[in-house]
């Protein structure tokens, strides 16, 4: 079956810090790759996706490459902010075995607080 | 223009009640999703809905569980005589068909928080 792995959390980091959260997956198909993120008291949101392999997703400064040969999917920011402070999930779509819907299979979620 | 939007924000309930959990997706689009969020089980996938049909109701937890979609638009999800571990945050999501389901975004609903005491 399809799964996703994160690293665990939290992740607590100073303003302006590197981030790297890690994210890695088996499926079965060609999967599409995903990290949406959770404000608090807000819904999840898509930050960002990629669909084929060496493709890199970007949003607000959030970067991810799908990486085929490694089956991974590992979300970085260069300098995160207070604002940056939320729950981030890496989430794929495969479709296989007979499958013909987007259903979204999600890791764990990281919570990262970034302090001033 | 809104965007998807689930009633109630928060639902508590006794033990044994029915509950109904309702979303409504954004205008036009023609897949919808319920997922689950709790503590012990991250999130995961409910059911799919692709105009009023649904093709897949695998990932519902019990036969407690069902949901209709009416006019291809709003959605409910309702759980019979519900039980203590049926407490989590249920998440709608919409999506337009567009490419294909690998690559269409979905959106999510702020959720329904649902506890059981």
């Known amino acids: 079956g399809n799964s996703v792995t994160q690293m665990e959390g939290p992740v607590t980091l100073s303003e302006e810090a590197f981030l790297t959260i890690n994210c890695t997956y088996t499926a079965t198909g060609y999967p599409s790759l995903f990290w949406y993120v959770q404000y608090p008291g807000e819904g999840l949101q898509l930050l960002l996706k990629?669909?084929?392999?060496?493709d890199k997703g970007s949003n607000k400064g959030f970067e991810a490459t799908y990486r085929k040969e490694t089956t991974s999917f590992h979300l970085e920011k260069g300098s995160v902010q207070v604002s940056d402070s939320a729950v981030y999930f890496c989430?794929?779509?495969?479709?296989?075995?007979?499958?013909?819907?987007?259903?979204?299979?999600f890791g764990q979620g990281t919570i990262l607080t970034v302090h001033p | 223009g809104a965007g998807v939007s689930q009633s109630p924000s928060n639902k508590v309930t006794e033990k044994g009640k029915d509950v109904e959990l309702r979303c409504d997706p954004i205008s036009g689009h023609t897949a919808l999703y319920w997922y689950r969020q709790s503590l012990g089980q991250g999130l995961e996938f409910l059911i799919y809905?692709?105009?009023?049909?649904?093709?897949?109701k695998s990932g519902l937890p019990s036969d407690r569980f069902s949901a209709e979609r009416t006019g291809g638009s709003v959605s409910t999800l309702t759980i019979q005589r519900t039980q203590q571990e049926d407490s989590a945050v249920y998440l709608c999501?919409?999506?337009?068909?567009?490419?294909?389901?690998?690559?269409?975004?979905?959106?999510f609903g702020p959720g329904t928080r649902l506890t059981v005491l």
């Open positions: 990629a669909t084929k392999a060496d």
């Open positions: 989430a794929l779509v495969a479709l296989s075995g007979g499958t013909s819907y987007g259903k979204l299979t």
């Open positions: 999501a919409s999506s337009l068909v567009i490419r294909g389901p690998r690559t269409d975004t979905q959106y």
């Open positions: 809905f692709q105009g009023n049909s649904a093709p897949d």
